[in-house]
Structures are given as structure tokens and as C-alpha cells.
């Protein structure tokens, strides 16, 4: 329960704005499969998977997964381009010390997929032992899907095996060029760099839950800040005071969710929310609305931090 007749709400959000040699490869095999051109994909993944969401904000990148029996979970990755592409489970969301599903469809129709693996920012290695079996391969107007399945655990020490709870992914593909072979390593050349990349958090033991139905009387307040021009410097903390209305009886909150709007995912990294004391609404109050990246006006103000948080939000 709350009164929040009596108290004032501080929010303050975080806004950013927004290949190591490798050896030879002795021994190359890649899983192919071949496909007949068609004019559309031969199926609706949809309704073949449990879960599926995009993984990019412009979504291009679309993933698709299933947990299967004995500890196999199949994935399903289509993706706005014409070039290879790649999905990436890695330890922190960032690419060194990665493993990583690369693949791409030829122009003859020919799927291919390859285990591969990272040490660093470079061309992912060449793993020894295949772990990944391509189902399908597809490429049609302008889009490229693949569908393989792959063990959740793994004793090989270039895989990574699938978190309980979050799984941070990567992501990664070239709108246009494929491999210019089928075997290459980093200093080969042979396949051209990113054009796009990313990262995403995902429970994939769960999926996506699904949106929660509210009875038909609960309101809503939105509290936004309207209108904010994000600066060019890397870090940015920006608060704003905002007061509840007056309620004559107790009210329960039974939901918070975030809103960004949408084409500015990339610049919010995390939003709190303080129940402040009424008094710093009447008093001469430092920030109101305003940058606060200052030791004394920080997260909130000095006046609100002993009270509670409410509501915190960051990125996965």
C-alpha cells in the first residue's frame, strides 16, 4: 500500500548516446544443405517454435528457439540480409570468449552452418568439434533464415553452454557479402566485416512472458520526460521531480513498466524511481528537472536518497 497523497516521486535515468591473427585451419567442414529458390519462405516459423522476438530495435534480426528432450534446445535466426550471419552466446554480451553459430545460403541455394569461437575482438575461430546440425536454410527476397539445433550443456571448452535463467546472445551479420569460402581464418580475408551487430538478454528456459491482463478499473499515470535533448557526452544523469495526484483513499500500485520511446532504446541504460517526502517539493529543491550528475545532486538529491526506491529498470 502507499499514500501517495503524501509523497513526490524523483525519477533519474542513465542515458548514453549512441580480427588477432589466427592460425591456419587444417581441417574445415561445414554443414550444408540444399534448398530449392522459392518465392517466399517455405513456412511460418511461428507456429513451429515455442518462442520467438527480435533481438535488434530496427528489427532485422529475428530469433526463434525451442527447448527440445534431453537437454537440446533447436534455434531459428532470420535475418533482413543477404550475407552471412551469425549468433553469438557469450559470457558478458560482448564478443571476446564467445560461441558462436555463423552461416550463410549461396547463391546456388546451398546452406551452410559452422561452430566457431572467439579469443577476442576478431574473425571467430574454426571450432574442431561440430557441435551445431543445420535443419534448414533458406534465403528469399532480401532475407536469410537458418534453423539448427544444438546441446544446452557442453564439455568442449571452445562452446559455451546455455545459462539457467538469462543467456546474453550476440548478434551479427553482412546485409550483402557471404564468405568468399567455405574455410577462412582471420587473416584470409575471405569474409568481410559486419555490417551489423548487437547484443540481447533473453531467459531462454522461459521465453518472452506474455503481457499480464489488468482488470477493467486500474489506471494508468504515465510520468515521461518530455522533450529531452541527449548531449553528446558519453554519460548523461538526468532527474526530474514529478508530484502524484491527491487520492482520497488508498490506492495499489500492481504494475510499473518502462517507457522508452521507440528509436531511443539505445541511449537509456537505467531508470530509478524514489518515493520522496512532500517537503522537497516546497522547498528551494536543487534539481526539478535538470542533468544531476553532480556528487550533491546525484540519484536523486541529497534530500530524497533515505527514502524508498520504488521502481528500478536497466538493461538486460
Same mark, same amino acid.
Given at each position: 500500500?502507499?499514500?501517495?497523497?503524501?509523497?513526490?516521486?524523483?525519477?533519474?535515468?542513465?542515458?548514453?548516446?549512441?580480427?588477432?591473427?589466427?592460425?591456419?585451419?587444417?581441417?574445415?567442414?561445414?554443414?550444408?544443405?540444399?534448398s530449392?529458390?522459392?518465392?517466399?519462405?517455405?513456412t511460418?516459423?511461428?507456429?513451429?517454435?515455442?518462442?520467438?522476438?527480435?533481438?535488434?530495435?530496427?528489427q532485422?534480426?529475428?530469433?526463434?528457439?525451442?527447448?527440445?528432450?534431453?537437454d537440446?534446445?533447436?534455434?531459428?535466426?532470420?535475418?533482413s540480409?543477404?550475407?552471412?550471419?551469425?549468433?553469438?552466446?557469450?559470457?558478458?554480451?560482448?564478443?571476446?570468449?564467445?560461441?558462436?553459430?555463423?552461416?550463410?545460403?549461396?547463391?546456388?541455394?546451398?546452406?551452410?552452418?559452422?561452430?566457431?569461437?572467439?579469443?577476442?575482438?576478431?574473425?571467430?575461430?574454426?571450432?574442431s568439434?561440430?557441435?551445431?546440425?543445420?535443419?534448414?536454410?533458406?534465403?528469399?527476397?532480401?532475407?536469410?533464415?537458418?534453423?539448427?539445433?544444438?546441446?544446452?550443456?557442453?564439455?568442449?571448452g571452445?562452446?559455451?553452454?546455455?545459462?539457467?535463467?538469462? &543467456?546474453?546472445?550476440?548478434?551479427a551479420?553482412?546485409?550483402?557479402?557471404?564468405?568468399?569460402?567455405?574455410?577462412?581464418?582471420?587473416?584470409?580475408?575471405?569474409?568481410?566485416?559486419?555490417?551489423?551487430?548487437?547484443?540481447?538478454?533473453?531467459?531462454?528456459?522461459?521465453? =518472452?512472458?506474455?503481457?499480464?491482463e489488468?482488470?477493467?478499473?486500474?489506471?494508468?499515470?504515465?510520468?515521461?520526460?518530455?522533450?529531452?535533448?541527449?548531449?553528446?557526452?558519453?554519460?548523461?544523469?538526468?532527474?526530474?521531480?514529478?508530484?502524484?495526484?491527491?487520492?482520497n483513499? &488508498?490506492?495499489?500500485?500492481?504494475?510499473f513498466s518502462?517507457?522508452?520511446?521507440?528509436?531511443?532504446?539505445?541511449? =537509456?541504460?537505467?531508470?530509478?524511481?524514489?518515493?520522496?517526502?512532500?517537503?522537497?517539493?516546497?522547498e528551494?529543491?536543487?534539481?526539478?528537472?535538470?542533468?544531476?550528475?553532480?556528487?550533491?545532486?546525484?540519484?536523486?538529491?541529497?534530500?530524497?536518497?533515505g527514502?524508498?526506491?520504488?521502481?528500478?529498470?536497466?538493461?538486460?
Amino acid at each position: 500500500n502507499f499514500q501517495p497523497s503524501t509523497s513526490s516521486y524523483s525519477t533519474n535515468r542513465k542515458i548514453s548516446p549512441t580480427m588477432h591473427t589466427m592460425s591456419l585451419i587444417p581441417f574445415c567442414l561445414s554443414f550444408i544443405l540444399i534448398s530449392l529458390r522459392v518465392s517466399s519462405f517455405s513456412t511460418d516459423w511461428s507456429d513451429e517454435f515455442d518462442y520467438n522476438t527480435y533481438i535488434d530495435e530496427n528489427q532485422l534480426f529475428k530469433l526463434y528457439w525451442t527447448n527440445l528432450p534431453n537437454d537440446i534446445i533447436e534455434f531459428g535466426i532470420e535475418v533482413s540480409a543477404t550475407g552471412w550471419i551469425a549468433l553469438g552466446i557469450s559470457p558478458r554480451g560482448q564478443m571476446p570468449n564467445s560461441d558462436i553459430a555463423l552461416g550463410w545460403v549461396d547463391d546456388d541455394g546451398n546452406a551452410y552452418l559452422q561452430d566457431r569461437y572467439t579469443t577476442g575482438r576478431t574473425t571467430p575461430l574454426y571450432d574442431s568439434n561440430q557441435n551445431l546440425t543445420l535443419i534448414s536454410g533458406e534465403e528469399v527476397d532480401g532475407m536469410t533464415r537458418l534453423r539448427w539445433t544444438r546441446p544446452k550443456y557442453s564439455c568442449d571448452g571452445d562452446d559455451m553452454s546455455l545459462s539457467k535463467g538469462t &543467456t546474453r546472445l550476440i548478434w551479427a551479420f553482412h546485409s550483402t557479402q557471404d564468405p568468399e569460402e567455405e574455410c577462412f581464418d582471420g587473416g584470409s580475408g575471405s569474409i568481410t566485416y559486419h555490417t551489423n551487430k548487437g547484443t540481447q538478454s533473453i531467459n531462454l528456459d522461459s521465453g =518472452v512472458p506474455e503481457e499480464i491482463e489488468l482488470e477493467d478499473d486500474v489506471e494508468t499515470l504515465d510520468f515521461v520526460m518530455d522533450n529531452v535533448a541527449v548531449p553528446a557526452t558519453d554519460t548523461t544523469y538526468y532527474c526530474k521531480l514529478f508530484k502524484v495526484p491527491h487520492f482520497n483513499d &488508498t490506492q495499489h500500485m500492481v504494475k510499473f513498466s518502462t517507457i522508452v520511446e521507440e528509436g531511443n532504446e539505445a541511449v =537509456v541504460h537505467h531508470i530509478v524511481v524514489y518515493d520522496c517526502p512532500e517537503y522537497i517539493a516546497t522547498e528551494d529543491h536543487e534539481v526539478l528537472e535538470g542533468d544531476c550528475d553532480a556528487e550533491h545532486t546525484n540519484m536523486p538529491s541529497r534530500q530524497c536518497r533515505g527514502e524508498r526506491i520504488i521502481f528500478v529498470w536497466a538493461v538486460g
